[in-house]
């Protein structure tokens, strides 16, 4: 890695979720993927599990629905399929 190398750690990427990956960029171009072992002049950033997105990539992105999606019941197929199932999904549910 050069004098001007940026390891990312512990990244989710678009490409692979649900795992984490390391990103090493070397001059602003991305040298590699994967499980990467820190060069000693390298900067490392640890991203801690958060999903890394690419600056070009659509940067019209949802986050406020994608979070309140995350806090809400599901109450459609395929985990809802009758009046019993979405009474007995909504009595589960804290509060």
Known sequence: MTSQSLLITNAELL???GSLSDISIS???ITEIGRIAPGDSARVID???CLLI???SDHHVHL????ASLASVPC???EINSE???A???NNQPG
């Open 15 to 17: 490409s692979k979720p």
């Open 27 to 29: 001059n602003g171009v």
């Open 47 to 49: 991203a801690k599990g």
């Open 54 to 56: 690419p600056g070009l």
């Open 64 to 67: 406020i629905s994608y979070a």
């Open 76 to 78: 459609g197929p395929p």
């Open 84 to 86: 019993e199932s979405l």
């Open 88 to 90: 007995k999904t909504l």
